[in-house]
């Protein structure tokens, strides 16, 4: 794929391979590895504006960045544009420039209040939200996905209002709400709302290998691509896309997370945290069983590094 700089509004971002928003996955020790790998911007998990307007601990956490805030977008959710006006505006957010709005978690508890995916079912409140953000004077960037069933294609019609309302780049996941994040992502309707606005639109879904970004640029046009899932499995595909010399091998990137994961989070914690980035890291690799029924039995860090140190 053709790695470029983007320009969002007065941020210039210096690639186009984006990290994407996951929870419980793209925190600080994530974003700061795949930054090393060459990641132009690389966005936080899903934020909760009201979360942060009543100081939920949990809330501020998320935004925990040391020293990346300027390639770190903040992923922020929420129904009530006061709320999310509120959370770009506030102290937390300031010193982040770019300010992304999640219109895609399918989650039911989300859901069910009127958050991420729901927006794409209702235009007003989805256009609503977007312009008080705006009025922040943030970067404000939308990620969306193509609709809630099968055979919907909302994102040119949420591109065109993205574009129309202030925001500075459009994310796509193309796949609908029902799938959660199964199967191929619609090209087409990533193709038809690329077409459809000037401001950059970066396209998700189903990347795990520099053959498949390329697909997803050449069927879609896109401006960029943003990486999931393909960026914790393979955590150097970020730095062959984007050309990023490295000389880490998967071995020290492994404890490197571990190690920084630690500094949020202390020892016992991260042991935990760490156990849903076994499958990850080392599926498919001898001996994976082993490795997974030991590190699952692991109670802190030292543990789990002299069990990597004996497999890798
Ligand atoms: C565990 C998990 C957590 C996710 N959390 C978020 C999130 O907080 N915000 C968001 O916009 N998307 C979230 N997503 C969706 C991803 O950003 C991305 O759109 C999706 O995984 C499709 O890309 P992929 O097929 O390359 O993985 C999450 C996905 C997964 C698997």
New binding site residues.
Partial sequence: MKVQPLKLGEVLVKNNVFL???????DYSIRKLQLNMGIGLA????VSAKGLYYGAEGSKELLYSKGNEKQTAV?I?GSDPYFMRWACESEYLKPFDVV?I????PVPKVFRNGE?SALLTDAKKAESIVKECVKSGKVITV?I?TGQVQGDDIATEYALMAENSGAKLI?I???VREV??SGE?DFKAIEKAKKSVKIPVIA?????SEE?ADKMMEKTGADGV??????IADPFLSAKLTDTKTDISLKNYIIEHLTLMAERLGDIKTAMEFKKFVPYYFKGMVGFKDVKLKIYQATNIKQIIEIIEQYL
Avoid at 102 to 105: T, Y
Avoid at 204 to 208: A, V
Wanted: charged content about 20%; proline content about 5%.
């Fill in positions: 994407a928003p996951m929870a419980g996955y793209t966005f936080t998990e899903l992923q959710f992304d999640n219109m895609g978690c991420g990620k996905r994310t996941h193309g796949r959660y994040y992502p998700n879904g189903g990347i795990f498949d943003m990486l999931a899932r393909g960026a």
